[in-house]
């Protein structure tokens, strides 16, 4: 019983738990269309898709599961999204409370360690936000959706309230067969979409800070200042890289004008923050498109949030490192603050663990099947990530490989939070120091 004592190893279990739930609510007759029981294959990636607030699929939700179905995958991933907020939350106060009072008072500008008087502030505004944010974008999606689109009141409700649950989770799900391609040039739906999943992928720390400090910058902390510097960056980047390599594309920009090239753009820059919504056909992007696509993947949203992916905090953690290694300096940092030592450790190990993960997959399904390289990397890093997005070939994987891809969900979900706070809990110095010799790097 020693695991369920342990939070670190008590999270995993509990979310083991909600899948194992999701998949015997799916397997149910009359979680499907047709009243007939489920494969235990597709109900199973199903579930574990929406617990990881994933939204990869292996059947086309709307037409493949029922109403009960389809509201039995929404609780999964509103359960899942909340769940792993809250639980990235309390890791960061563990990880506090693994400090010395004196390392803590010292790192606590420098780290935003959660403190304890924190924590219950922290979950209350987590459900506050979650509740407000959802209802709102809910509202404003069925009006728009009943007014313009002419939907009868309840399928108008229906569809908001999935879409803002689906956005604000980073989720991905839709109620629709082809995503959120029917509304590629309404930038009503699209914007309050692109909102959720950026402000959830932001991660819940650095809402706090900014509701404590509003937007006065030299009093944030030095994680919101990464975060928020880095998303905004890297949502530029993404903007202007797919508005460029995309814009005469016959197949997705090409024949839209300048306002829904530029909107499209933007959904598509945020989307592989770990969203998957997609309003563009992902599986006509150019190939510089979706290198585009595996490095905005890789690198995720914001920590202690919905997003997945190793996190914009760790890859700025390295890019600090190698900066500070060409400019000759003893010390990496940002923003005039410096990083411990035992953040650089976590953020290279849980980047070499994720691309170690990503590899063995990619290279194992690929040796199952006859599906192009490049679409498996593209699954594999949108599962790890939790993002959802995929070129089409979701379906069409051999069943060990869809076994595969529904375990990089499970652990991109909840495996990069356990490491990254095991790795700072569990980090105790030796009384004792090996003799130093050095080796040839490069």
Avoid: C
Avoid at 361 to 383: H, K, M, Q, R, V
């Amino acid at each position: 019983m020693k695991g369920l004592r342990d939070p670190i190893r008590l999270i995993p279990l509990l979310f083991a738990a909600a899948i194992a739930i999701g998949t015997l609510l799916l397997s149910l007759p009359f979680a499907t269309q047709e009243g007939v029981r489920a494969p235990l294959l597709t109900a199973l990636f199903t579930a574990t898709s929406a617990v990881s607030v994933t939204g990869l699929i292996v059947v086309d939700t709307p037409t493949y599961w029922s109403f009960f179905g389809q509201v039995t995958i929404l609780l999964m991933f509103q359960i899942g999204g909340f769940g792993i907020m809250t639980a990235a939350t309390l890791f960061g106060l563990m990880a506090g409370r693994g400090f010395g009072l004196r390392q803590r008072m010292a790192t606590q500008v420098e780290r935003n360690r959660l403190e304890t008087g924190d924590a219950a502030a922290v979950l209350r505004l987590v459900l506050a936000i979650t509740l407000v944010v959802e209802a709102l974008v809910a509202l404003v999606l069925a009006v728009r959706m009943m007014t313009f689109y002419s939907m009868p009141l309840g399928e108008a409700l229906w569809h908001g309230v999935f879409h803002s649950v689906s956005a604000f989770n980073n989720a991905g799900f839709s109620p629709h067969s082809d995503s959120v391609i029917g509304y590629q040039t309404d930038p009503v739906i699209l914007m309050p979409i692109m909102l959720a999943v950026v402000l959830t992928a932001l991660g819940f720390p650095v809402m706090q800070d900014i509701r404590a400090n509003r937007l006065r910058w030299r009093r944030w902390s030095l994680h919101t200042k990464v975060t928020v510097g880095g998303t905004i960056g890297l949502l530029l980047a993404g903007f202007a890289a797919i508005l460029a390599m995309e814009w005469s594309n016959p197949a997705t920009l090409g024949p839209m004008g300048i306002g829904a090239k530029l909107l499209n753009a933007a959904f598509h820059s945020v989307m592989p923050r770990t969203a998957g919504f997609n309003s563009l056909d992902v599986g006509a992007f150019h190939d510089e498109t979706l290198m585009v696509n595996f490095i905005l993947m890789f690198i995720g949203g914001g920590s202690a949030g919905t997003a997945g992916g190793i996190k914009v905090t760790t890859f700025f953690v390295l890019f600090a490192i190698v900066l500070s290694e060409i400019l000759g300096r003893r010390d990496a940092g940002l923003f005039q603050r410096r990083f411990g030592r035992a953040v650089e450790r976590q953020a290279l190990s849980v980047t070499m663990l994720a691309a170690s993960l990503i590899f063995v997959a990619t290279t194992y399904i690929a040796s199952i099947s006859t599906l192009p390289l490049g679409d498996i990397l593209f699954e594999a890093i949108s599962a790890f990530s939790t993002v959802g997005l995929s070129t089409g070939i979701t379906a069409d994987l051999p069943p060990t490989g869809q076994l595969v891809i529904a375990a990089l969900m499970f652990v991109g979900r909840v495996g990069t939070i356990t490491v990254a706070t095991a790795l700072a809990l569990g980090g105790r110095e030796r009384p004792y120091r090996y003799p130093e010799e050095n080796l040839i790097v490069g």
